[in-house]
């Protein structure tokens, strides 16, 4: 094929992405309407019949058309997801009076292009005209700006899929008076980034977060001549490589650092593992409340009484009330040595019935419950 011909091509290509993005923005603007109607007549945010009956035609209309019916299926299920998403928060917003701002201060640790700064661009991105960011050193800092109220909310990072869960923001969870308010769910996508194509055999110096280190081991071993080093943030750190401007350093960071830092991006998906998600939790020092319809989450901390079986004792409670527990952590006990606080976060609730009782119950048994927040859960049922 000629170069001519092959130019012309993705022009058309080009011109049929901009109508296709054209096409969604113009069918979220209806998305907008729909909520604002449901808002006003308190209908069910979600309608899972009429989501089958949508799928079954976006197959036989692919199939008509030629497309592969499981691609269309699976691209319209992103799009519903995104549907259901932005009406979930917008009736959250409202219920809890939060409708009318159209700014946001978020804190979060990081630089900007740090994944907590993309989480926090992805969670509230459709809801406010105006997202201020501040990047801070450390976890405790975000968090403290909310505390003070220079910040209306902090965005956490909580647990890795690769990695595990992140004991500082447990920590400060207990140790802080905020609540948690929602979560956000985002994909880490970890790339080789440079200030110029070059062979990799060249580079001397890597740095990133220590969890990139972790996330990134398999291919980090494979680099027998380079040094790695540990940075307070993978956007840091590519901005660190931008400033030093030596073609045999390099960073891991995001795709977005890359572009926004103007850095060549060596070699894409070097995770251990291409499903490489981090769960981000909202904190703030009020708490919202969750219509009863949305599917929701209960987050709490509790200690229990030093004696056998205790743990036991408080956990048995939720499956005798028929609520199912999704997360349990252990965390030391600061300053109480060979004392354990356990984090659970259960599907549930806090208007419920059954959870109020299981929580009163548990309260009876343990030593401390504190009850960190009920939020909406990020991906729908």
């Known amino acids: 094929m000629k170069k001519e011909k092959l130019t012309e091509l993705r022009d058309v290509i080009d011109k049929l992405d901009k109508q296709l993005i054209d096409t969604l923005a113009e069918r979220h603007k209806v998305v907008q309407q729909v909520i604002s109607s449901k ?4 209908k069910n945010i979600r309608d899972t019949d009429r989501e089958a009956i949508l799928l079954g035609k976006i197959r036989k209309m692919a199939a008509e058309s030629g497309l592969d019916p499981y691609f269309a299926e699976s691209l319209f299920r992103d799009v519903i997801f995104q549907s259901v998403r932005y009406q979930t928060h917008s009736l959250i917003d409202h219920q809890n009076e939060l409708s009318a701002a159209q700014t946001i201060t978020v804190a979060y640790q990081g630089a900007e292009g740090a994944y907590s700064h993309q989480a926090a661009l992805r969670f509230f991105g459709e809801r406010y005209s105006d ?9 405790e800092q975000a968090a403290e700006a909310v505390e003070n109220e220079h910040a209306d909310v902090a965005i956490l990072p909580i647990e890795n899929t690769t990695a595990g869960s992140i004991n500082n923001t447990y920590d400060l969870l207990f140790e802080k ?3 948690l308010i929602g979560e956000e769910i985002l994909k880490i996508s970890h790339c080789l980034l440079t200030l110029a194509p070059i062979n990799t055999e060249n580079i001397r110096r890597i740095v990133t977060h220590s969890l990139g280190i972790t996330q990134c081991s398999r291919f980090l071993n494979s ?11 993978s956007a840091m750190a590519a901005s660190h490589i931008k400033k030093e401007d030596d073609l045999s350093q390099a960073a891991i960071a995001s795709p977005y650092a890359a572009e926004l830092y103007g850095l060549h991006i060596q070699q894409e998906q070097i995770s251990n593992q291409e499903e490489n998600y981090t769960r981000f939790v909202i904190v703030s020092k009020k708490p919202v409340t969750i219509d009863p319809q949305l599917p929701s989450k209960t987050s709490l901390v509790l200690a229990t009484v030093d004696e056998k079986g205790a743990l036991i004792r408080c956990l048995r409670i939720l499956d005798e009330m028929g609520i199912n527990m999704t997360k349990l952590e252990s965390r030391p006990h600061q300053g109480k040595p060979w004392q354990y606080l356990f984090y659970v976060d259960i599907e549930g609730n806090l208007a419920d019935m059954n959870v109020q009782k299981a929580l009163k119950e548990i309260d009876k048994k343990a030593a401390y419950l504190k009850v960190l927040g009920c939020y909406a859960k990020n991906k729908p049922e």
């Open 131 to 139: 997202i201020k960011t501040i990047g801070h050193h450390s976890f």
């Open 177 to 179: 008076n905020l609540h």
């Open 39 to 42: 808002i006003e007549t308190t």
């Open 223 to 233: 680099l027998s001549r380079c040094t790695i080093e540990s940075y307070p943030d």
